[in-house]
């Protein structure tokens, strides 16, 4: 309890805990579309969802990836107040800490180049920490190494200190409860689109942390999902 008193009575360290988000201000930045959500009934997506890794040939529009990863993590309210209020996500958040990054490894994206981003949700942007081919150390730190190929991985890094200045140990649960939360909205946006989602828990952890530059310790990855085009639009 000591952190969340020290939350509720300084309202200095609500502002700090706000501004933790990861940021790359200094790094190019790739402005995404604003989402486009498809008219389809939420009962058909839930039916139609199925993990899949039968991705297409042709690249994954900008769009469909913009899309996504609103729907995963971007911000949806706005309080528009000074009282250290947190804006609000799509997903619930323990104490409205949202202690997760979104990292996109991109191979096939129309009009973005192969590399490394990182997903800022504040701005809606993509920040390019690397532009090259991942695939090689990709295939290094998944266990089914075919994977390396798929269009979009997008690795889900978890900040447990985020949470636990709050909550202590458990924290990490969730923070954990918050992962699947966020790859739960990925599955059902990219049924909703025509997208192809497989959700990865198969990978050696430090390889894929050290393709990030992170510890592993206090910031550590924690979920994978490979991404595309449904192959099926290649026959429609």
């Known amino acids: 309890m000591a952190g969340v008193r020290r939350l509720e009575w300084n309202p200095e360290m609500r502002r700090s805990v706000l501004r933790a988000g990861k940021q790359f201000h200094h790094r190019p930045v790739c402005v ?3 989402p486009a959500f498809p008219a389809v009934s939420f009962e058909s997506v839930l039916r139609g969802r199925r993990s899949g890794k039968a991705f297409g040939l042709e690249p994954l529009s900008l769009q469909v990836l913009s899309t996504i990863l609103f729907a995963a993590y971007g911000v949806t309210g706005h309080h528009g107040d000074a009282a250290g209020r947190p804006d609000r ?27 490394l981003y990182h997903y800022a949700p ?33 690795i889900i890094a978890a900040a447990f200190w985020r949470s636990r200045v709050k909550y202590g140990l458990r924290g990490y649960r969730f923070t954990l409860l918050e992962a699947g939360h966020l790859a739960q909205n990925i599955q059902l946006t990219a049924a909703s689109l025509n997208a192809c989602a497989l959700p990865v828990g198969g990978f050696f952890d430090r390889r894929i942390d050290e393709l990030l530059a992170i510890d592993g310790l206090h910031e550590a990855t924690v979920y994978l999902m490979a991404l595309g085009p449904s192959a099926d639009r290649d026959h429609a």
């Open 122 to 154: 504040d701005r809606h942007v993509l920040a390019e920490l690397r532009q090259t081919d991942l695939r090689e150390e990709l295939a290094a730190g998944i266990i089914e190494a075919s994977l390396a190929g798929a269009p979009v991985m997008v």
């Open 32 to 34: 995404l579309p604003a």
């Open 89 to 115: 996500r799509a997903v619930p958040s323990a104490g409205a800490l949202y202690p997760l990054d979104m990292y996109v490894a991109v191979q096939r994206v129309r009009s973005l180049a192969p590399g």
